[in-house]
């Protein structure tokens, strides 16, 4: 029998780093700021992009790009969290732009270019 979840994590040349927002209070003045915080580091992914048509209203159809990443299901990713990924030598950070669909090998992640913290 085949393992398709390791088939397709053969697939996954890319590398992926999770980087959210964590509250943190300080002890003398007890206000409350926010601070980066790793949560998972090089973990292999697979970034894919895809082209999607728009109606603009306009004589031309535009076209938009979708990206999605692959990730383990068993990674949490945070609503708003950073991702760092390497995709064949460049990096880029990305944030989450829709709900994750998670299946039993793999999630799929649509993400957006990382544009700061909200």
Do not use: I, N
């Given at each position: 029998m085949v393992d398709t979840g390791k088939a397709l994590r053969s697939l996954w040349e890319d590398r992926c780093t999770l980087i959210a927002?964590?509250?943190v209070?300080?002890?003398d003045t007890h206000l409350t700021g926010y601070c980066e915080a790793v949560r998972f580091k090089n973990e292999p992914c697979r970034l894919s992009f895809g082209?999607?048509?728009?109606?603009?209203g306009e004589?031309?159809?535009a076209v938009g790009?979708?990206?999605k990443v692959f990730l383990d299901p068993a990674l949490e990713i945070p609503p708003g969290s950073?991702?760092?990924i390497t995709h064949k030598g460049r990096t880029e950070?990305?944030?989450q732009s829709g709900k994750a669909a998670?299946?039993?090998a793999h999630q799929e992640i649509p993400v957006e270019l990382f544009g700061g913290w909200a």
């Open positions: 927002r964590e509250a209070t300080d002890p082209t999607l048509p728009t109606a603009a004589p031309l159809a790009q979708t990206v950073k991702l760092t950070e990305y944030t998670v299946y039993s």
